[in-house]
């Protein structure tokens, strides 16, 4: 009892990073000297002049970090709001028919339930061929994919997506959230960036996956342009996004943007791979393991196990995952991103494991023995189901 009672009062071990980093300390600092900012950037006085000139140097920073002019910079409240400005800037706006993957976050998801989807293989990757044959069915259409799925991790092909929207005139946007605050050199979102490949597309951020402050976002656009905004209020952001700038929370997302560049995300991939080996050996089954994911992120289906049931279990031993993503008002339903990928029962069977940029190995390694004890306990119930895919989706 004296040992459950220490267990108990010890701090849980944060395993959710893909529904929000830790906040680093380069973005606090950031914060802390924003907030002692008290003009208002839109004013023409000293304190608002002030402001202006460190709200300006934020969108430089984050602008700069993916080939654009500050200019090209929209600051929104998240990346929920980047996504439906360009849903609303480049789709109804401009009257363009609408096509997403099957995997899309229902930021995107929910705000066009009319759009076109674009089918996946079993690993999480769009059809290619299946997105040329709609791109040649519609006239010019907005095309939405993820950079990196926020279930899964697994990367999109985005130079390949890219050549074929430019081929059919096609504007691309991508939702970047997961994608931006963990960029590696071998990824596609990076190597999209570097050749140019994206230089026509708009982008979503989110700050707080990077480490930086809730509520702060921006949507990239391919150039310096007027939008349609869906908030004009008084004008700001050059008309294109009404509403006083969170100053302190813009300058902590620069700060987490550029931090996260300088981390080594290889040293993650690392820890993700053992862990996977680990949770394999319990009976899970790995999510997208054959294809590039984020470094970060494991997916794991225990077969037979209602997704439901582990999170508690582990939630008792202390531990902070998830069954997907953290925008269901904390509900667990069957992952339609597992659904799309041709899961079936296993969609309701998988939690996510996703490590934040300060995660401790000895923590992780953790996790992996509970994990398996967890999962020795569902099979002695009978509820563990054994499988033949060597513990790999298929």
């Known amino acids: 009892m004296v040992q459950q009672a220490a267990a108990m009062q010890q701090a849980p071990v944060y395993l959710d990073a893909n529904a929000t980093e830790p906040l680093r300390p380069a973005a606090r600092d950031a914060m802390l000297a924003g907030l002692d900012q008290v003009g208002n950037p839109a004013s023409v006085h000293a304190a608002g002049r002030k402001a202006r000139i460190m709200l300006e140097e934020a969108r430089r920073q984050i602008a700069a970090s993916f080939g654009r002019e500050a200019d090209s910079c929209v600051f929104t409240s998240g990346g929920t709001e980047a996504d439906t400005l360009a849903l609303h800037a480049f789709g109804h706006a401009e009257g363009r028919p609408i096509l997403m993957g099957a995997t899309e ?6 705000a066009v339930p009319e759009a076109g989807i674009i089918p996946v293989d079993g690993q999480g990757v769009i059809d290619r061929t299946a997105l040329e044959e709609m791109l040649e069915a519609h006239e010019a259409p907005l095309v ?12 999109a092909p985005l130079r390949e997506v890219a050549a074929l929207c430019r081929r059919h005139g096609a504007f691309l946007h991508v939702d970047a959230v997961q994608a931006a605050g963990r960029m590696r050199e071998q990824d596609d979102f990076l190597l999209a960036l570097k050749d140019g490949s994206l230089e026509g597309a708009s982008l979503a951020l989110s700050a707080h996956k990077m480490g930086g402050p809730k509520g702060s976002g921006v949507l990239l656009l391919p150039e310096d342009r007027p939008l349609s905004p ?8 050059r008309g294109r996004r009404g509403g006083t700038p969170a100053l302190a929370s813009h300058m902590g997302m620069a700060a987490a943007l550029e931090e996260s560049r300088r981390q080594d995300w290889n040293i993650l991939a ?12 319990a009976g899970a089954i790995i999510m997208g393991h054959g294809v590039a994911r984020l470094p970060n992120t494991v997916s794991a289906v225990l077969p037979g196990v209602p997704a439901q049931m582990q999170l508690m279990a582990l939630d008792i031993e202390g531990y902070c995952v998830s069954a997907g993503s953290a925008c269901s ?17 296993a969609a309701g069977q998988a939690i996510r494991v996703s490590l934040p940029w300060n995660v401790v190995a000895d923590d992780v390694r953790a996790f992996g023995r509970a994990y398996g004890l967890m999962a020795q306990r569902f099979a002695e119930r009978g509820l563990l189901k054994k499988t033949s895919s060597c513990g790999r989706s298929q």
């Open 105 to 110: 976050h229902d930021a995107i998801r929910r």
């Open 144 to 155: 939405c994919i993820m950079a990196a799925n926020n279930e899964t991790g697994v990367h």
């Open 230 to 237: 869906l908030l004009p209020g008084g004008g700001q952001e």
């Open 270 to 281: 690392v820890l993700r791979d053992e862990l996977e080996a680990v949770m394999v050996q």
């Open 329 to 345: 008002s904390g509900k667990v339903s069957r992952s339609h991103v597992l659904e799309a990928m041709g899961q079936g029962e």
